[in-house]
């Protein structure tokens, strides 16, 4: 147990990757608001927001995100996504240029 003033060394895991604002879409309608999102490589956690928005934070510049709202197999989907590799250099162009996915029913983990 550290005294006060005490110096304590702590490790951080850190992730390279961009920020970026994804909008998805399942059969031409945005996915439930407040959705659960995971991406598949990283285990990255978001939720969507209105329209079908995920922010997702350390994302690498291809992914999976599985996306789900409820308990049963109509209630999740997958989506796969590609970003432009510009993003690392240009971290604001994500922002200003949605990437739009759209999602499928498949099999989910």
């Known amino acids: 147990m550290p005294t006060q003033g005490a ?5 951080f895991d850190t992730r390279i990757g961009v920020r ?18 995971r991406e598949n490589s990283t285990g990255i956690t978001s ?9 997702l934070s350390g994302a690498p510049l291809s992914g999976e995100l599985l ?11 997958i989506a796969h996504y ?3 590799k510009q993003a690392y250099s240009k971290p604001s162009l994500l922002f200003r240029q949605f990437a739009h996915i759209l999602a499928h029913k498949g099999n989910y983990q």
């Open 7 to 11: 110096l304590v060394r702590a490790n």
């Open 20 to 37: 970026a604002l994804i909008t998805v879409t399942q059969g031409g309608k945005p996915v439930p608001f407040g959705s659960l999102v």
């Open 47 to 55: 939720m969507v927001g209105d329209d079908g928005q995920v922010y």
């Open 67 to 77: 996306v789900q709202w409820g308990d049963g197999a109509n209630s999740r989907c």
């Open 82 to 84: 590609v970003l432009p």
